[in-house]
């Protein structure tokens, strides 16, 4: 190993040239939590006691890698076990499915109590709690959920999101810290259909209905999610990005906030060209980072362009704070721990990043006009010798430097994964 402290002073005094603190970027990217998803443990099958696992809602992970978690259990020891690797301020984010009644318990009837495992095991570690409602994966998924036709199943549909708001509150009791709840429905249709109104107003009045009966709940935040198509559904999305901006912005309640995939609009429209239009009219987002190849494949977060210009917007606008940063991505065709430190590694790799730039003074630079300085600095920073303060933050954090974490998490494989059937 070299000299990491060495690195960092040298990068210290290269980054003080251009009057960046290093340290002090540092405690902003460790201080800003980053919500890890839990599904990619176990390729989003969840832990509710029925047979039938299969995915569906136009999602798809692919791949057989050998180890999945089969339990909440090995979940969470996974989870515990990537978590050793990942720098800075985490929170868990959990799918309804992942209930662990000691029986079967449809989703519009889960409880708080059903997740109590999660629940114990989050105070232990003393980290936040997020939360998703399930409107995939359940025979009465079929034809819509909450902007179905058939008002038996909207309802139950309903309830489902009742539930989750009512539970969203029990983790915020618990845990003592703010539970942020994604609201993402697949429906849509393959087709374009006749009527695409009728859908969109099923799917207002639902969740009209969830946050009405739900209005005294507290300590829950509600990202609304769009996105441009599923599987299945190529044609026709209920909650299309207008939908869900809309709804968003007509509701007006604090709250509820939009959700930013940055795998669900076409190939070549980037969330970081969206980000300071949505921050003109609302106070807060909810940003999925994940790494789309072609569609929304969910592949893990690269330390790619989009992931930088993201954190590089929030950044340059100030709204790192205002931004609940949370990951999304499954992918079985490899050791789905690396997938988890590879992914929420590049995920705060990004963040500090964005924060080690001379971003005050870029400003100053276009704001006097001086459009040919600011591109000289744009692209000068580009090689700067960010990996140095990566390492020593890495290393000060006991993280592992580099890719130390690999040959543990192999050991992991060899020790435990390799043993699951
Ligand atoms: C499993 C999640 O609910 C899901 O990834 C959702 O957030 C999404 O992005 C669907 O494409
Ligand atoms: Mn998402």
Not at 34 to 43: K, L, R, T
Not at 104 to 123: L, Q, S
Not at 268 to 282: D, H, Q, Y
Not at 396 to 407: F, I, R, Y
């Amino acid at each position: 190993m070299y000299d990491v402290k060495k690195g960092y002073e040298a990068a210290k005094e290269f980054y003080a040239q251009y009057g960046i603190d290093v340290d002090e970027a540092i405690r902003i990217a460790d201080e800003t939590p980053i919500s890890m998803h839990c599904w990619q443990g176990d390729d989003v099958g969840g832990t509710e006691l029925k047979e039938d696992k299969s995915l569906t809602g136009g999602i798809q992970t692919t791949g057989n890698y050998p180890g999945k978690a089969r339990n909440g259990e090995e979940l969470r020891s996974d989870i515990e076990e990537a978590m050793k690797f990942i720098p800075g301020n985490l929170k868990m984010n959990i799918h309804a499915n992942y209930q662990e009644a000691d029986h079967f318990v449809d989703r519009n009837e889960i409880a708080p109590e059903h997740f109590d495992k999660w629940v114990d095991w989050a105070v232990e570690k003393g980290i936040g709690l997020d939360f998703n409602p399930t409107y995939f994966a359940h025979p009465k998924s079929e034809n819509g959920t909450l902007s179905a036709a058939d008002e038996d199943v909207r309802k139950f549909w309903v309830e489902h999101g009742i539930k989750c708001r009512q539970i969203g509150e029990y983790f915020y009791k618990k845990t003592g810290k703010p539970c942020v709840i994604n609201h993402w429905t697949p429906d849509g249709d393959k087709e374009v259909p006749i009527d695409t109104l009728g859908p969109r107003e099923r799917l207002k009045k639902s969740y009209d209905e969830i946050f009405e009966a739900t209005k005294d709940v507290e300590g829950v935040i509600d990202g609304i999610e769009s996105k441009v198509f599923g599987i299945g559904a190529e044609s026709y999305t209920v909650g299309s990005h207008e939908f869900c901006m809309g709804y968003v912005m007509k509701a007006n309640k604090d709250h509820i906030i939009m959700t930013l995939d940055d795998g669900h609009y076409h190939p070549t429209e980037m969330v970081s060209g969206k980000l300071s239009s949505i921050f003109t009219f609302a106070d807060s987002v909810l940003l999925h980072v994940t790494r789309p190849v072609r569609w929304d494949s969910d592949h893990v977060v690269g330390f790619d362009d989009e992931t930088k210009a993201i954190f590089e917007e929030l950044v340059r606008m100030n709204k790192l704070q205002d931004t609940y940063v949370a990951t999304d991505f499954f992918d079985a065709s490899i050791n789905r721990i690396a997938a988890w430190v590879i992914g929420l590694r590049n995920t705060r790799k990004a963040m500090l990043a964005a924060l080690l730039q001379p971003n005050a003074y870029m400003k100053e630079l276009e704001a006097k006009g001086d459009v040919s300085a600011r591109l000289a600095y744009k692209e000068e920073f580009k090689a700067a010798p960010f990996a140095l303060v990566w390492d020593y933050y890495c290393d000060q954090k006991g993280v592992g430097v580099s890719l130390d974490w690999l040959k543990d998490v192999q050991q992991y494989e060899k020790d435990v994964l390799s043993k699951r059937a």
